[in-house]
């Protein structure tokens, strides 16, 4: 069983950056994707972006594409996700997530870090 | 790709059937020929559980009261016997095609 363990919460001022942190113990880190979601209060998820660490390139969702960078250290089996520009709207639990399933399954999400409470307020 | 859940809310008497619909804005059948719709349970305070996969894959500890059915477009996660446990946001979620994308979610609750 893979245990993913983000950093903890933390409040931003508009306009600024956070980097959320999500480490993995178990299983194999390189070979599989891992997820970012996110969910504001009260609302549904959405899907920011994923990466394959073996393939180190990562998709993102338009609507984050010039906002989020996210990167896999396989050295220390460790996943980054940094938003920029940091907005009210941006207020929101953000979740890593890790396939395991073969092949293309390997993209659906099948373990989920704790998720990091990201509360951007001047 | 939009994905459409119906009904938002669903009042379930314990021991009784659910459904939740899925449609989808355009096929999820992948070039490799699979179809790469989830669903996923959360519950209040916690991550998403991924239950099905693949439409009607249930992943491994999943009880068999849960399956799902459907293809192309339109999908269903059916609750055979609804369970106290088993209240919460359900949501779909396809991985055919980037960007992902996940379904709004239909909260399931007990009457």
């Known amino acids: 069983q893979v245990q993913l363990v983000q950093s903890g919460a933390e409040v931003k001022k508009p306009g600024s950056s956070v980097r959320v942190s999500c480490k993995a113990s178990g299983g194999t880190f390189s070979s599989n994707a891992i997820i970012w979601v996110r969910q504001a209060p009260g609302q549904g998820l959405e899907w920011m972006a994923g990466i394959i660490p073996i393939f180190g390139s990562a998709n993102y969702a338009q609507k984050f594409q010039d906002r989020v960078t996210i990167i896999a250290d396989e050295s220390t089996s460790t996943a980054y996700m940094e938003l920029t520009g940091l907005r009210s709207e941006d207020t929101a639990i953000y979740y890593c997530a890790r396939g395991v399933l073969p092949g293309w399954s390997g993209y659906d999400p099948a373990d989920w870090g704790q998720g990091t409470l990201i509360i951007v307020s001047s | 790709i939009v994905l459409t859940q119906t009904p938002l809310s669903s009042p379930v008497t314990l021991g009784q059937p659910a459904s939740i619909s899925c449609r989808s804005s355009?096929?999820?059948?992948?070039?490799?020929?699979?179809?790469?719709l989830s669903w996923f349970h959360q519950r209040p305070g916690q991550p998403p559980r991924l239950l099905i996969y693949k439409i009607s894959n249930r992943l491994s500890g999943v009880p068999d009261r849960f399956s799902g059915s459907g293809a192309g477009t339109d999908f269903t996660l059916k609750i055979s016997r609804v369970e106290a446990e088993d209240v919460g946001v359900y949501y779909c979620?396809?991985?055919?095609?980037?960007?992902?994308?996940f379904g709004g979610g239909t909260k399931v609750e007990i009457k």
């Open positions: 979620m396809q991985i055919t095609q980037f960007p992902l994308t």
């Open positions: 355009q096929s999820l059948v992948h070039s490799d020929g699979n179809t790469y």
